[in-house]
């Protein structure tokens, strides 16, 4: 296709769901980061209709748990030489800080200035997350 | 260096602290040894008396509620303990603004326990992180009451003999019963316990709390008191609460959805023991008081008795 297709080093997003790319552009922080970052959007996908794809010219630490939750469908793939090293799907983190916010308006969390509070999955069919304090459940 | 040292006995003692937030915090075995003890205090209280002695309880009400402040800092007193606190909540350091965990981290310096009773959900567990003495929640907004689930399982004990292999008739509100979550969860801890589930259609378990505990355990789940009342071991009435309804016709129209009278009670087995965690509403006729299967009083007494057993077995004087 284009210029993308020649990534020689980094990691490639693949299968997002169409709409969530720039979601999880902002959430991994990409728009902060020096290398060649390139956020496709409603790329023809014969599984998915359309789809979104992102791919960061750099060996960058990904957020694996950012990403799981955001969309748990999506695909990576580690580049090195040219070739794919690295291809695995996501699962839902177990225990995730500093996306989720306690939907509970009575949780001490809204009270106290706490940054990273912790959420553990409570239900993976339906995404929901418990919080650590109040044991409301919760979902992105 | 003299802060050095200091900071590192904090960190030092920080790692043996114990905390009472939820249930769960308490082992079987800790449980066993809390009643335990717990019978030995009710035994001869006097024996006990110097246990706590030159020891200190921050009691922190940060939301009024006599009945249980009153229970603990008597535990506290009885033990030989003193306790220190606030009376008016508006006067503290934390209606001044300053961060509860500041509060907690200030406290426990003066402190060799603490008791929190807090309108916000999680309070307890927030604390215990920057608390250098154990933690006691005694209250926590809708989420958590644990010293009342002590005292429903020591009273169970007491009047039942065992924890175990009991028929457990709960009736009221089961949706907004935050005591009612406790309980079930902790007798689901122990075998052969099942439970027989009375509300409104309106007023049901909620599902996460029924799914948390092994399905085999739920009898029945019905409306019905007068059905239920002659097969239950225990039955454990609720009121409902107010706060959580927006329609006072509503409210009213549920609150008197049962009313435990001395006729009903006639179909009740002559073992059986009715509790209740008490302020009661109309759920149950002053009638029934005279009943000596009515224990709602004595339950209460239980409060002081374990928390004065949870105190010691907290700061490892059990
Ligand atoms: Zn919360």
């Known amino acids: 296709m284009i210029y993308v297709d020649s990534l020689n080093e980094g990691i490639v997003i693949d299968h997002i769901r169409a709409g969530a790319g720039f979601d999880i552009f902002f959430q991994l922080g990409l728009d902060k980061i020096d290398s060649v970052v390139l956020l496709m959007r409603n790329v023809p996908s014969e599984k998915m209709g359309r789809k979104d794809l992102i791919k960061v010219e750099s060996n960058f630490e990904l957020n694996l748990d950012i990403l ?35 939907k509970n308006p009575r949780c001490i969390s809204h009270r106290e200035e706490i940054a990273d509070s912790m959420f553990y999955l409570y239900d993976e069919q339906k995404r929901y997350y418990k919080c650590e304090y109040c044991d409301s459940v919760t979902w992105l | 260096m003299a802060v050095g040292s200091f900071a590192g006995s904090i960190a030092d003692s920080h790692m043996a602290v114990r905390n009472y937030i939820v249930p769960t915090d308490l082992s079987l075995d800790d449980l066993r040894s809390i009643f335990a003890l717990t019978d030995e205090i009710i035994k001869d209280c006097q024996k006990f008396q110097d246990v706590c002695k030159s020891k200190v309880m921050a009691s922190l009400f940060f939301e009024p509620s006599t009945r249980t402040k009153f229970s603990f800092d008597a535990a506290m007193y009885r033990l030989g303990g003193n306790v220190i606190g606030f009376a008016d909540p508006n006067t503290t350091s934390q209606a001044k603004g300053e961060s509860l965990a500041d509060t907690t981290r200030i406290i426990s310096g003066y402190a060799d326990l603490i008791t929190v009773r807090s309108p916000y959900e999680g309070a307890a567990k927030h604390m215990s992180m920057y608390s250098s003495v154990p933690i006691i929640n005694a209250g926590d907004g809708g989420h958590e009451h644990p010293t009342q689930t002590l005292t429903d399982l020591m009273a169970i004990r007491h009047y039942k003999q065992t924890l175990d292999g ?119 006729s002053a009638e029934v008081d005279s009943d000596e299967r009515a224990i709602y009083f004595e339950q209460a007494r239980y409060g002081m008795y374990v928390r004065m057993a949870l105190i010691m077995n907290l700061l490892d004087l059990g």
Do not use: W
């Open chain 2, 166 to 284: 009991h028929v457990i008739g709960i009736c009221g509100d089961l949706k907004f019963g935050r005591t009612i979550h406790s309980l079930i969860s902790a007798l689901s801890r122990y075998p052969n316990n099942k439970f027989v589930f009375i509300s409104p259609p309106e007023l049901q378990l909620p599902d996460y709390v029924a799914h948390n505990i092994d399905q085999s355990m739920i009898l029945r789940q019905t409306d019905s008191l007068i059905n239920e009342i002659g097969n239950v071991d225990i039955l454990y009435m609720s009121r409902v609460q107010k706060e959580r309804f927006v329609s006072e016709a509503e409210y009213l129209r549920l609150r008197d959805y049962y009313i435990l009278n001395a006729e009903k009670m006639k179909r009740a087995k002559k073992d059986m023991v009715v509790m209740h965690p008490l302020p009661r509403l109309n759920e149950i």
């Open chain 1, 68 to 102: 799981g939750l955001i969309d748990p469908n999506v695909t990576i793939n580690i580049i090195q030489d040219g070739k794919i090293m690295k291809k695995f799907k996501l699962e839902l983190p177990a225990a995730v800080s500093g996306i989720l916010k306690c």
